[in-house]
């Protein structure tokens, strides 16, 4: 019986990117078995008894919860996987951001093909970007999940939350879940109040 072969999560929606970086990295790294999904809810589809992947290849500029959002969700699902942040946006505020919230490593696709090679091979190694101190001890919100967050302080459910602000259900129930997991609860009574005793919401 052969071993299973350690699983590299890729998360892109872009389906020509996905399919270089699977051709360079099985050029590369001949052991690894590529899996690929367009969001953070088709990567997060999968069943609950499917073999964890040993690194997950995340873009930011997703349709649904981006990146920057659903990394918290990734982390939950999959708490000892590291997660590469590969994207377009290379600003240092990015970086910082992308690191903040827990990326080993983030890499602007702008760099050459044997440097994201390269990147990759560290973490797969165990070799992590050094983390910047967190300033505030209060969990980062981007200005949707802060809407999404009000509106649940106001007891909304997920359908009036899409309503109100315009979005899809789907997209609304992946902030939400994002929020329960930063705020460290598992329920939305319990988000409001651990928002109000924050002092993230008025």
Request: proline content about 6%; some cysteine.
């Amino acid at each position: 019986m052969h071993a299973m072969k350690p699983t590299v999560l890729l998360i892109d929606d872009h389906s020509l990117f996905r399919a270089g970086l699977r051709l360079m990295l099985s050029d590369a790294i001949a052991h690894l078995d590529v899996r690929e999904a367009a969001s953070i809810d088709e990567a997060l589809g999968v069943p609950r008894d499917s073999p964890a992947p040993c690194l997950v290849l995340l873009d930011i500029q997703l349709p649904g919860v981006n990146g920057l959002d659903g990394m918290t969700l990734i982390h939950r699902r999959w708490p000892d996987c590291p997660v590469i942040v590969l994207s377009a946006d290379g600003a240092s505020a990015t970086a910082h951001s992308a690191l903040a919230r827990g990326a080993a490593r983030f890499i602007s696709k702008a760099e050459p093909a044997a440097a994201i090679q390269a990147a990759i091979s560290a973490v797969l190694r165990g070799e992590c970007d050094e983390r910047p101190a967190a300033a505030d001890p209060r969990p980062h919100l981007t200005p949707r999940q802060c809407e999404v967050l009000v509106l649940i302080c106001e007891g909304l459910s997920n359908k009036l939350i899409a309503r109100r602000l315009n979005l899809s259900e789907n997209t609304v129930r992946g902030h939400v879940q994002a929020l329960l997991a930063m705020l460290g609860v598992v329920s939305r009574a319990e988000a409001a109040f651990a928002a109000r005793k924050r002092g993230l919401v008025g």
